[in-house]
């Protein structure tokens, strides 16, 4: 049986360049990795190993940007054990299990500013020796220069995803809380020259923007603006209030579900497992606060966890129109999002 399963549904991009130089050099494996995680959610197919892991390298964050969870759910060092920054060790016992069962993609970032590990240029490097095809991060962007920068795209790199949200100063620097607008674009600017000038293909750069009623109309001027910048693509993902946490997320939203999905399948199930930087491993994104925690890859197999019992009954769950009996189902606004998009008419997968 096959399923109607929405991919990345909260996700829209518009490329800039066509084709994308680093689609032109990407390996084959590349392009199964992509194919499969389009079709393995559609056709419940479940791997030896998730597609992708989303291996959480610091859970510390520069900025403060009212929408994010760490904002909303004032994360504290001092209280909460699961902040820190990945060992090295722990990294590369994922990495290294993953290549015995042929990891196609890593990414770097969960609920904090990767960009504030000092070992992420090595902890790319070593992904790559490894054979993953997709290395990619999202970053704020404001420590995207100087040697970093450097070190970052002769790591090997596949992929950078910078959040910008406003092209105006006085909106960016109100979501972007802590970040200044004019060094951003800046360091963006500088990134694309450096990769160009390397003559490399990759990173495929990309410029990100939650979508929110504040920002709503800037959505062509911001496609215009980045492509004046060289950057490869923008994207747009729709603003979720995630564990409907966020006090005025009503001031946000940009529509209305008519009504929600009781037939809503999560693809994430099929796709991705997330490290934390303290080792447990949960299902998906939605999961901020660990409900659903799966195990601890410091001594768990990711193999085991994947193909494992838990997560076996959590897929059935979803494929067999159960999704509501997952508990941190009922509270990810992730199936209410779709519902706004599907009415809007902005789902086009
Ligand atoms: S909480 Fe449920 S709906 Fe939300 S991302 Fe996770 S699996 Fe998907």
Redesign the pocket.
């Known amino acids: 049986m096959k399923q109607d399963v929405k991919i990345n549904p909260t996700y829209e991009e518009v490329k800039l360049k066509d084709p994308l130089p680093c689609e032109e050099v990407a390996p084959p494996r590349y392009h199964e990795y992509r194919r499969k995680w389009v079709e393995n959610p559609k056709n419940n197919v479940v791997e030896d190993f998730p597609l992708n892991l989303d291996l959480e390298v610091t859970s510390y964050c520069n900025l403060r940007c009212p929408m994010c969870y760490r904002t909303i759910a004032d994360l504290d060092a001092s209280q909460d054990p699961s902040l820190g920054y990945m060992d090295w060790e722990l990294y590369k016992k994922c990495i290294d299990e993953g290549a015995d069962y042929g990891l196609y993609a890593v990414k770097l970032n969960y609920r904090g500013e990767p960009l504030l590990h000092p070992q992420l240029p090595e902890m790319i490097a070593y992904a790559k020796a490894k054979g993953v095809v997709d290395v990619q991060f999202n970053t704020n962007g404001v420590l995207l220069k100087g040697d970093l920068a450097r070190r970052i795209l002769d790591a090997g790199v596949d992929r950078v995803i910078i959040s910008f949200d406003s092209i105006r100063k006085e909106r960016y620097e109100s979501i972007r809380v802590g970040a200044r607008f004019e060094e951003v674009v800046r360091n963006v600017e500088e990134f694309v020259k450096l990769r160009d000038k390397s003559g490399r293909k990759t990173p495929c750069i990309r410029v990100s923007m939650v979508k929110m009623k504040e920002n709503l109309e800037e959505v062509e001027e911001f496609r215009r603006f980045w492509e004046e910048r060289g950057v490869d693509i923008v994207s747009y993902v729709n603003y979720v209030n995630y564990m409907g946490k966020d006090p005025e997320a009503e001031q946000r939203y940009v529509g209305r579900p008519v009504r929600m999905r009781d037939d809503?399948v999560?693809a994430?199930?099929w796709q991705r497992l997330f490290v934390w930087c303290d080792g447990r491993v949960t299902?998906?994104?939605?999961?901020l606060e660990g409900g659903e925690r799966l195990g601890d890859a410091w001594k768990d197999s990711l193999h085991e966890i994947w193909v494992g019992e838990r997560l076996q009954y959590l897929r059935r769950l979803?494929w067999e129109g159960n999704?509501k009996r997952?508990k941190?189902?009922t509270t990810?606004t992730?199936?209410y999002t779709v519902a706004v998009m599907e009415e809007m008419g902005w789902i086009k997968q």
């Open positions: 809503f999560c994430q199930l299902p998906c994104c939605g999961d979803h999704y997952m941190i189902c990810c992730l199936p």
